[in-house]
């Protein structure tokens, strides 16, 4: 059990710091040269990266070093050892003339180049969607697409680490940060995350991942102690990592600030030695998130290799301190050259050193970069019920009224670190008035109005906006219109978990008035994750449109008309009530309940554990495992088209392969995406997506569709291995329209197969 994490790792800590310094060692040294060498040789960019790393390692002095392992948070940086060129965002790590090296500046995050409360004025960028929308979208090219956008936004802007990458799985449906994440499955999770790194190092600049490890919950997460079994911890959350590591090749990790078996995950020998950097053989380096480092020699033996925004420490451990400790031999000098050559390596990998930003802003196309924008946002909404065909929207409806959700101006945006502050304007912004995120944070909505939207493809209407806040005025105005849209709000942020996930203020009574007043009601819920439905049965159509950034009004009006078929699938299952998750209610919330200043600094509250029972089986897997039937489930998704499976054919033996036909049997073109979920024959494990493709068709068109399982999601871990192990037998196979909606059934015979950990 990693929950008594100590009898596991204490044996490792001994080789930990062997395993970190000698990882590089891996590949090969790059050969001897024979004639004179230029300057600076690890300017070739013909040699591999560990190479060049290595040249440059032996060329830095001492001090050189040191400056390296600490990054700078500019809007606190009053040192006068501060850099001079330092701009307002989230770090600096100074430059080195004489090496060649530059400055790296560092900006939030996976949804746009942040700028939360405006530290560099006037400075705007495009918006994405929220992470669980593209997650949603089922499609690993849009998220290269979408990573490629805001990573050239952020070169432009002089930014050469973007701080993106999140990919920590959902395990509690309130979680104030979900929706940055993407969603409930590894397989899902790591490949979205995967392409949407590799789609922001494609601009010569280095994409963090983030947060290693077991980040799932907001409230207490500076001193929250996270409880796992390793074999389930290695079949979820660090397969997605792992998973996304692979596919897009990060320069950095970031750790978390929770505490993993008892350490801190910014010190955890087991997390940052043993898995990362030994199992799994990464060479960039280990950054540690803004205020989570706690300790000096610890920390560095342990695997971190910066302390980034040192500011936001208690102190500056990888400065004076850490000089210290290598001076008098506490720590090796070989560690801080390994930390050093990790930058490096992460530097070179990304191609920062052979692509430099310039010194000045650059021009973008924020015009191009938004229809990136809104393609995400429309193929991330999840259209979750349709009856009586009340969408699409009849462009000849002579009467529509919309309600709710500030939906005159725009649409509503998570807070946090990822808040960008887009394109367009800030039609609505309101300030924290305490908490946690108060001094980072504000409530805002995009300036992209759903009503302008509406109007522009309905122009013959008569479009009315009520604001909601009575909600039998709304009802009012929305009897006898030929359709009524409600569009709902959650607003969720960084650093704050709400205390459930109904929806807030009169939200549910104003739906059912509406509800009750027009049979053709359409709710649009701009919500950070899933909420509770109580008026379900009452509304006949409804889209989860998520946060669905700065084209968020055009793609919802789109949907709504027909022009775009909606094809977004949940990635994450919305339970029927509060009792069905793992966790109804959030771990330390009453403390922060019973806190007068409702938790505003979260290390003073009392240090507490999250056993995290369900082990691997998060999401879907734990509704099933326990028998619930949730409102909707784990991919589900619903189009204006109808998609027929047919024909299945499995293979079996060293490796899983499905194939099976596809056909879109109505009149408008759509995509859909078929799901391969797999089991083994007995037991009860559950089924867990191992593979998933996201196909267009045209009115009337079949294609052959083959999905290769994935075989470490087929697998289970063997701590004995240790490894993952495919186990000889039969295997139940679904071809599937979401996790609780099998079409196409059949077996599998598969031979043992072993993979490393």
Excluded at 176 to 205: K, V
Aim: hydrophobic share 45%.
């Amino acid at each position: 059990m990693l929950s008594g994490l100590a009898s596991v790792t204490r044996p490792i800590a001994a080789i930990a710091l062997v395993a970190a310094a000698s990882a590089p060692a891996r590949e090969p040294a790059a050969a001897p040269v024979a004639q004179a060498a230029p300057a600076r040789p690890w300017a070739d960019a013909a040699l591999p990266p560990a190479a060049r790393a290595e040249m440059l390692l032996a060329a830095m002095t001492f001090e050189e070093k040191l400056a390296l392992v600490y990054t700078w948070f500019p809007p606190m940086a009053k040192d006068p050892a501060a850099p001079a060129d330092l701009i307002p965002s989230a770090g600096h790590q100074p430059a080195i003339p004489r090496l060649g090296i530059p400055a790296l500046r560092e900006t939030d995050a996976s949804l746009g180049v942040a700028n939360q409360v405006e530290q560099r004025k006037g400075d705007v960028a495009t918006a994405l969607p929220s992470g669980l929308a593209l997650a949603a979208s089922f499609d690993p090219r849009l998220a290269y697409e979408s990573g490629a956008m805001i990573g050239g936004e952020a070169r432009a802007k002089r930014f050469n680490v973007m701080l993106a990458g999140g990919v920590n799985l959902t395990r509690d449906p309130w979680g104030g940060r979900n929706f940055e994440y993407l969603g409930e499955d590894p397989l899902l999770a790591g490949l979205i995350a995967g392409e949407s790194i590799r789609g922001i190092q494609s601009n010569h600049i280095v994409s963090t991942i983030k947060h290693f490890a077991l980040n799932a919950q907001e409230t207490g997460r500076m001193i929250m102690d996270a409880r796992i079994d390793e074999a389930a911890f290695r079949e979820s959350d660090l397969l997605a990592f792992r998973i996304a590591i692979e596919k897009g090749r990060p320069g950095s990790v970031m750790c978390a600030y929770n505490k993993v078996g008892g350490d801190y995950a910014c010190e955890n020998d087991w997390l940052l030695n043993r898995v990362l950097k030994g199992d799994w053989g990464y060479r960039g380096w280990v950054m540690s998130d803004w205020g989570a480092v706690h300790s000096t020699v610890r920390a560095a033996r342990n695997g971190l290799d910066q302390q980034s925004g040192g500011e936001l420490d208690t102190h500056p451990f990888f400065r004076a301190d850490l000089r210290k400790s290598i001076e008098n031999g506490e720590l090796p000098q070989a560690r801080l050259d390994d930390m050093v050559r990790r930058i490096l390596f992460g530097a070179f990998s990304a191609g920062v050193m052979d692509a430099p930003v310039v010194d000045t802003p650059q021009p973008i196309d924020y015009a191009k970069n938004a229809e990136v924008a809104q393609r995400a946002a429309e193929a991330g909404i999840v259209l979750l019920k349709n009856e009586r065909g009340v969408l699409p929207l009849a462009k000849s409806a002579r009467r529509i009224v919309l309600i709710g959700g500030h939906a005159d101006v725009g649409v509503l945006s998570g807070g946090g670190s990822s808040q960008v502050r887009s394109v367009g304007g800030v039609p609505i912004e309101i300030p924290l008035t305490g908490g946690p995120a108060a001094s980072f944070v504000r409530t805002t909505w995009h300036a992209s109005s759903p009503l302008n939207a509406i109007r522009a493809l309905a122009p013959k209407a008569q479009i009315t906006f009520v604001d909601g806040s009575d909600p039998a005025a709304a009802a009012v105005a929305a009897r006898g219109a030929d359709v009524a849209i409600v569009v709902a709000t959650q607003w969720t942020t960084e650093a704050e978990d709400p205390e459930g996930i109904a929806l807030s203020g009169n939200q549910d009574a104003l739906i059912a008035a509406v509800a009750a007043a027009n049979p053709r009601t359409a709710v649009v819920l701009t919500t950070g994750g899933p909420v509770l439905m109580p008026w379900i049965d009452r509304v006949p159509a409804v889209l989860a449109a998520w946060y669905p950034g700065q084209r968020g009004g055009e793609a919802i009006a789109r949907v709504l008309f027909g022009e775009v078929n909606p094809s977004g699938r949940l990635p994450i299952t919305f339970p029927a009530a509060s009792s069905q998750a793992p966790r109804p209610a959030v771990p330390g919330m009453e403390q922060v309940l019973a806190d007068p200043k409702r938790g505003e600094d979260t290390r003073g509250l009392k240090p507490f554990e999250v056993q995290y029972r369900e082990g691997s089986d998060v999401g879907y897997r734990w509704y099933a495992r326990q028998g619930h039937k949730p409102l909707f489930a784990f991919g589900h998704g619903l189009s204006y088209t109808r998609f027929d499976y047919s024909r299945l054919r499995i293979e079996g033996g060293d490796r899983l392969a499905v194939s099976f036909e596809i056909a879109n049997r109505g009149k408008r073109a759509g995509a859909d995406v078929p799901q391969l979920y797999v089991a083994p024959q007995g037991g009860a494990r559950p089924l867990r997506l191992a593979g998933f493709e996201r196909v267009t068709l045209q009115p009337g068109e079949r294609r052959r569709v083959t999905l290769i399982a994935e075989p470490r999601i087929v697998a289970d871990y063997d701590v004995a291995l240790p490894g993952y192990r495919v186990a000889p037998g039969s295997y139940r196979v679904s071809i599937a329209r979401d996790a609780g909606q099998p079409v196409l059934t059949g077996t599998a015979e598969l031979r043992e197969r072993r993979l490393a950990p």
